[in-house]
DNA sequence: TATGAATGAGCATTCATTCAT
DNA sequence: AATGAATGAATGCTCATTCAT
């Protein structure tokens, strides 16, 4: 069994310290030494630290949203599948013990000039408000004006309910998001 | 006219540059020389960056609870109230360029043994909540019960209205989240 | 249009470096990117960057005298060449900002066994300092004895001119040598 | 006996370290381990590398022009001064093996940025300028306009004596450069 | 001949904290 | 109460060179 590259073990290492410890937590060094890779070997394949990171989160990003869409897949209707993402948000943050979303976590305590990091969350996040949009456009029942301006709403309760969960340590906030969710989604068919 | 103490010359200078610049992006030195301190004189008042940093929250806590009191005292209704604490949202994140709330960003990237700082920020956020139900218990048409839940649902639009914007770098979650707020705040009162 | 050798691409790309940033300032990695060569194709050609800079230096050296040689062309005597070659300093000089010379420049800030580089570098000022002399030699008016100790005194000028010049950054020092020369040449022959 | 503080032993393992071995060639590491002083105490005397080259070339220009001086003090004419400074440069440069000048020596192959080194090292020159032309202005026979003249075709003799001498590892420049010396004093007070 | 991948040793600088006075 | 001096450990990053293919 042949050892995995440099650049794939420095991935995963950084992506477990990364989302585990913290982007300023965690050190080059930790990450060489995790990934059992030389310093400048490690240089060779990413220009900085940041440049990690960058990748850290993309692929964090596809990861994260197929297992979004594998989760809610029995789900028939756009909005069963919108309600049912915060019971995704449930599973998901119990078991990392309520770390949170990497990427709300990386952008808060962050160097001024790290925009290559900024643009990742962005991106993500745009992403994952599409994803919402889409649901909804394809709901007969919802009009075009309605989908994006209920996707913003329904956006904002997702994340409070992420990192407010990640402050208390507990689960209330996702289940508080999931009823305000099916809230806006009731009020508005009506 | 007498030049403020050490004590208070260290928070203010440490209040600025960690709510600017982050609690990790922040040093020793630089709240020193800011405050015009010696590193050892700071270090007879408080034991640890930390130490400085649950002070600077709890004063944080103060302040930012009782500009909001202010924010809203036009307001003559809970729910009116309520609602407007996201126009308050607004004038501040604006004002602030969108930096975020100092209570989330500082637990986002933080050693796992700083324990008085999250204690610190679940203080901040209980308190908020708490803000929030007696505002709703006050209200002759919403039950206890019903205070109870819909001022955790509230909490959590609220804390995503803050993340997203800072994300965003835009007040569009803040204006989602009143919308939701304010159907919340409607469809319970059925 | 064949594209040129590794060999010469990477001189090229060293020579402008050495002499724009210099040696310490100069990395392998900045070269093998301005040559377009891959880092192990450049080993297979040089033994290390010492031996680069053997070939840089050697190269450097003909380039320049006969830069000088073509410069002083229209001169009918020896000294008349040889006080033109002031002029010929002020020229390269004011072109190159003066940046100085690439010999003197290299061997200031060297490591104790870089001994090909200092060889190439008393080449260079022998093969100068015997250019002077031939010139005076065929100078009837000159003994071959004052010959070999006006080229010393020469000599010794014009390196003070170049090395001072560049740390003024300007070319008054140049015009004293030129002056200084003169007065040399003119003393001598009476 | 008390042992010397610790930004007194700094400069003086890095003026030994940098005169010797060169700006580049010496690590702020090895500067420390001779200096038997911790990392951070030495940043807390100096800001930089830069900063300790710039103490060290002050210090330098002190004990080195005090010991022309004091080398020179047994002349009595100006122009015996002068030239007795060449048997200086012979003596200094013998003892120290032909090592050259420390300013030279860093000016040459420097990054660009390190303005403090550029400008420490044209002070020195510049001193050492005024140094020549203040010995001629005390001469009745030499006008102040020749002052200025000669004493600049001086400057430039004695850096071509200093620079030469090192590439060749020989005296001979030095005393080439003394009789054109010599020669300038002699004629101008024709 | 050519090259992508890898490396150990080193770089200058900053960290939060403690000590001696 | 106040402070200048000192520190070990860690920071992110670059160096010239070699190896395996």
């Avoid at 709901?139 to 990192?163: C, N, P, Q, R, Y």
């Avoid at 402050?167 to 906030?173: E, H, L």
């Amino acid at each position: 069994m042949k050892k995995s590259s440099v650049r794939d073990r420095v991935i995963e290492a950084a992506s477990y310290l990364f989302y585990q410890n913290g982007y300023n937590q965690t050190g080059i060094n930790q990450i060489i030494e995790e990934a059992q890779v030389a310093k400048a070997s490690m240089y060779q394949h990413f220009r900085s630290k940041e440049d990690i990171a960058a990748v850290y989160l993309r692929q964090r990003h596809y990861n994260w949203m197929s297992a979004l869409d594998k989760f809610v897949a029995s789900k028939e209707t756009g909005k069963e599948k919108i309600i049912a993402s915060f019971d995704y948000l449930n599973e998901w943050l119990v078991d990392v013990n309520f770390i949170g979303c990497g990427f709300q976590n990386i952008i808060t305590d962050l160097p001024d000039d790290h925009k290559k990091i900024r643009d990742e969350v962005k991106f993500h996040k745009n992403e994952l408000l599409q994803w919402i949009e889409n649901l909804l456009l394809n709901d007969e029942s919802i009009s075009a004006d309605s989908a994006k301006e209920l996707s913003t709403e329904i956006m904002v309760v997702l994340e409070g309910a992420i990192i407010l969960s990640q402050i208390q340590k507990d689960a209330w906030p996702i289940f508080s998001g999931k009823k305000t969710c099916i809230n806006l989604l009731t009020t508005s068919s009506i």
